[in-house]
């Protein structure tokens, strides 16, 4: 078991009716506030109106209109300039993760002279942030228990995962409802990115039983209820049980105590959705089979074995390699049946960049170091079994 020093800050406010405690919260932080959203969800599901009813006490300042893969230009550059023009005192996040990454970068930027890309970049390290309070409208991400954020620079494609412990927020307010109206192909998007960060933490050289029991059962209850949401996208338990173990994803509490695994389908994915704007939960899910059958060998089939056994129940008397092809299987087999596209072509994405891309990610996602090193023919391997 490896050491750790770990600190999660964020306040969860979770279940129905909890955005009734926001105006405490604020207050708290100051009176100008800067509310982001995206483009225009959260108010055909009335919450808009409510954030501004609850908040009628406050100074707002909006930004509106913050895209999927949320980009540095226009939006953080312009979140920064309002905040400074204003005097923002604290950010409130409404929206999905893109809304609260973008959100991350804004309350950074806010308190830098400089220009926001030194620190995302970590050319400059932050020195102060502003607090950041999010009401979360998608499951998906679980920026909203971590303190990362990713951004988009189209010019240069990048996309660049942004981690300060200045930029946890303060209070994430989760109210399931919230989540009724996100639409199929983003509640399976969601699903195949939680899914994947949990994968991200299993797959690694050291793990604890408690942890590995811990990310099986993640797993299970994501792709249980991710069907039960589909199905039924009102369901109340089963976007509550989706949400939570979102949350849970990305903020370390998986994998304590494992040893660093890479994060390689993430490294691959941001370039994907960097050169063509893809929605990100789908990248993953196309490439994490591929990734999957690129990295089998006798050093890691026996991760494959416990995934395999204990995730799909796959029979632990069958020859180990078999039990690892099914598990691999079955998690393709899972991504199709929530009606994820599994081939890149699907999702615009065809051989003539991929090379590019697979230099791009070889250069700038350090996968060399990853759990199974990847290098860039590697890479360009996966990316063409993605096809
Ligand atoms: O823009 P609006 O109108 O709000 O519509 C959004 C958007 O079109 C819509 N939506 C959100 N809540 C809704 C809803 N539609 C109906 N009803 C609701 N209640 O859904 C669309 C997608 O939203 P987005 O915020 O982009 O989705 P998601 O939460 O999946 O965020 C994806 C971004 O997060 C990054 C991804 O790379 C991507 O840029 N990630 C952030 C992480 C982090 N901070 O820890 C980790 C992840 O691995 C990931 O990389
Ligand atoms: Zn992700």
């Given amino acids: ?45 009335g919450l808009y109106d409510k954030v501004k009813e609850l908040l009628k006490d406050f100074e707002i300042t909006e930004l509106s209109g913050i895209q999927p893969n949320p980009k540095y230009d226009p939006s953080v ?34 308190k830098y002279d400089g220009a926001p890309w030194d620190l995302i ?21 679980g920026s909203e228990y971590d303190c990362g954020g990713v951004i988009s620079r189209t010019e240069t494609n990048d996309k660049i995962g942004y981690m300060d412990p200045l930029l946890f927020p303060v209070c994430s307010f989760l109210d399931p409802r919230y989540t009724f109206t996100v639409s199929k192909k983003q509640t399976a998007a969601g699903c195949a990115d939680a899914m994947n960060h949990i994968i991200e933490q299993y797959f690694c050289e050291d793990s604890t039983l408690l942890n590995d029991g811990f990310c099986e059962a993640g797993l299970k209850s994501l792709m249980v209820n991710a069907r039960k949401c589909l199905d039924n996208p009102e369901d109340y338990t089963a976007r509550a049980e989706m949400m939570f173990a979102c949350t849970l994803g990305c903020n370390g509490i998986y994998s304590l105590g494992n040893s660093e695994s890479g994060w390689p389908c993430h490294g691959m994915e941001h370039a994907l959705s960097a050169y063509y704007d893809i929605t990100h939960g789908e990248g993953l899910a196309i490439l994490t089979p591929r990734w999957m059958r690129h990295i089998l060998s006798d050093h890691t089939l026996g991760r494959f074995v416990k995934y395999g056994v204990n995730v799909f129940g796959i029979d632990a008397s069958l020859p180990q390699y078999e039990i690892a092809e099914k598990a691999i299987d079955a998690t393709y087999a899972f991504f199709e049946s929530i009606h994820i596209p ?40 996966i990316l063409v079994a993605s096809l």
């Fill in 342 to 381: 599994m081939h890149l072509r699907e999702v615009g994405i065809g051989e003539e960049r991929l090379d590019e891309m697979a230099h791009h990610i070889a250069v700038n996602e350090g996968l060399e170091n990853a759990y199974v090193p990847l290098t860039e023919k590697d890479i360009k391997e």
């Fill in 121 to 141: 970049t970590y050319k400059v390290k932050a020195q102060a942030a502003l607090p950041i309070v999010d009401i979360l409208t998608l499951a998906a991400t």
């Fill in 1 to 45: 078991m490896q050491n750790f020093d770990y600190m999660t800050p964020t306040r969860l406010v979770f279940g129905e009716n909890a955005i009734e405690k926001l105006h405490d919260v604020m207050a708290a932080l100051g009176k100008r506030v800067l509310l982001t959203y995206g483009g225009g969800s959260i108010k055909k599901i």
């Fill in 77 to 110: 550059l312009d979140g920064v300039r309002l905040c400074k023009e204003n005097d923002i005192e604290v950010i409130l996040s409404v929206g999905g993760g893109s809304v609260l990454d973008c959100s991350k970068a804004i309350a950074a930027g806010a």
